[in-house]
């Protein structure tokens, strides 16, 4: 039988070359891979379980790279396909602006499981922090900040699964929006 490190260790692995070669958009233009990699560290703090984490290294291949659900069904089943199913926005949000998709996500993970709304809330986290601290070249602040609401938006329809990850959110949310003022404030002087 297979152990859970296995699984884990093989999303890690699958994310990885999926991602290869890919870049974060932000000033530090970091090696995508390290985008799952901070959502996992999330999912793990809490608690989640290992298909929560094989899922967390997982959730974006679909959406950024041409892996496609039947692949990850394949490869780690159903349980985890319909997690990464449920993270990955539809063809159909594609070209949208934030504050559009953002509000699409929010509704949409209304109707997830509690394993997608938690690595949804997690991945919410990871990029409120980078549109803070290390956002995507070129977004001014009112970028920033819209994208940042449309986060907030996701996080309140992910709220009251775990307790610990809504306090996580919070925090990061407070401190992106207050960073995101200041530059604003800096930048009309």
């Known amino acids: 039988m297979k152990?859970?490190?296995?699984?884990?260790?093989?999303?890690?692995?699958?994310?990885?070359?999926?991602?290869?070669?890919?870049?974060?958009?932000?000033?530090?233009?970091?090696?995508?891979?390290?985008?799952?990699?901070?959502?996992?560290?999330?999912?793990?703090?809490?608690?989640?379980?290992?298909?929560?984490?094989?899922?967390?290294?997982?959730?974006?291949?679909?959406?950024?790279t041409k892996v496609t659900i039947e692949q990850i069904r394949q490869e780690f089943g159903d349980s985890i396909a319909d997690m990464v199913d449920g993270l990955t926005d539809p063809p159909s949000f594609e070209g949208y602006p934030n504050r559009i998709r953002k509000k699409w996500q929010a509704d949409r993970v209304v109707s997830?499981?509690?394993?997608?709304?938690?690595?949804?809330?997690?991945?919410?986290?990871?990029?409120?922090?980078?549109?803070?601290?290390?956002p995507p070249v070129g977004w001014s602040?009112?970028?920033?900040l819209e994208y940042l609401e449309g986060a907030r938006l996701i996080a309140n329809n992910c709220a009251g699964i775990c307790e610990k990850l809504d306090i996580v959110f919070d925090d990061v949310y407070k401190k992106s929006a207050e960073k995101i003022r200041a530059d604003m404030a800096h930048k009309v002087r």
């Open 112 to 134: 997830k499981s509690d394993s997608v709304k938690k690595i949804k809330l997690a991945d919410q986290t990871v990029n409120s922090r980078l549109v803070g601290f290390d």
């Open 3 to 64: 152990t859970d490190t296995h699984i884990t260790e093989k999303a890690k692995t699958f994310a990885a070359k999926a991602h290869d070669g890919q870049i974060l958009k932000n000033v530090g233009k970091d090696p995508f891979i390290m985008h799952p990699a901070r959502v996992v560290e999330i999912v793990e703090g809490i608690g989640g379980g290992v298909e929560e984490i094989a899922a967390a290294w997982l959730h974006d291949v679909v959406e950024d």
């Open 141 to 144: 602040p009112e970028m920033r």
